[in-house]
Every structure is written in C-alpha cells, then in structure tokens.
C-alpha cells in the first residue's frame, strides 16, 4: 500500500468518524431537551397540579363550614387544615415558577393569609362577617382555577419542546444516514481508483 493510499484511508476513515461524533452530539443536546422537558412536565406540572387539587379540598371544606356556619370546624379542624396548607404551600415554593405563576401564587399566599385573619374573628362574631370569609374563599378559588390554568398550558409548551428536539432527532437521523451513504461511496471510489500510470 502506498503512502497515497494510505491518506486517503485515513482521511475517509476520519471523514466518517468526525460525522458520527458531530451528529451524536446533536442527538445528545436533543435528548438532554427531551429529558428536560420530561422531568419538568412531571415535577413542575404534574406534581404542582396535584398540591393545588390538594389546596381546593381544604378551600372547600372551609367553604362548607362557612356555609353550614359550622364553628366545631374552625375551632378544630381550622387548625389542622391551616397546617396542612401551609405544607402544601412550602412543596409548590419548591417548584420552577413562571413570572406569572409566581405572581399569581402569591397572590394566593396573600389571600390565604387574609382567610386564616378573618377565620378566627368570624367564629368570634358568630359569623356575623360571614360575606367577607366568603368573598377571600371566593378569591382563593379563583387563584386555584388560574394556577390550574398555567400547569395545563406550560404542560403543553414542555410537550411541544420535547417534539421539536424529537423532530429535529429524527431529522439528523435521516441526514446522518445519507451521508454515510455518500460517505462510504466516496470512500470505495478513493479506494478502488487507481491513477493511469504513463
């Protein structure tokens, strides 16, 4: 085998390789999107929608006590609930926020505050106030239907990131492919043709 002979083996050999290790980094990026989105989905979605169905039960059960005018309840159990809310409250800090998620969220957090305030007095004034507890129940709600909102929709962009990094997956798939094709015919070509010698 002659010196030329033996560039043009390894230039070919070494067009193939920096091909592979070109499009295996790009799959690598896109899979590390897809894996990013999916966890996020999960963690930052999934599990936030489950915490605010967890919120609404406890946002309910106080909407029924008010509505039942049941005192028992917020002598007792209020506690309890309160409690639990604020756990659930400190899991969702926990969370990737959006800006208006975050916003959104403490207005929840403020409102929360306001109800456990006006809880105490109302049972005091034997429910006397009892339109103001129903008016923050009424906000909490309604921050409760808006988070739920956000996780469905940032669900869906997550979803869609994770399509395009597949697409995109695919796509260098294909080419890398056809440029093996290409790549391997040209390397037979090298190797096989052989200059006329004058």
Known sequence: M???NKVKW???ILMIFLLVIATNLIDRNNFLRVKDSVVTIYEDRLVVNDIIFELSRHIQEKEIAVITSDSTYFNDRSVQANTEIQGLIAKFEQTKLTTEEAQL???FKDNMESLIGLESYVVLTQFAQR???NNKIADLKENLYRL???QLNEGGRQTDISKKAIN??????QLE???LIILAILVQIIIIYKPKQD
């Open 2 to 4: 002659t010196f030329f």
């Open 177 to 179: 492919i056809y440029i």
């Open 10 to 12: 390894v230039l070919g």
């Open 168 to 173: 995109t997956v695919e796509l260098f798939t």
């Open 148 to 150: 739920t909102k956000i």
């Open 105 to 107: 969220f403490q207005s």
């Open 131 to 133: 339109q103001a507890l």
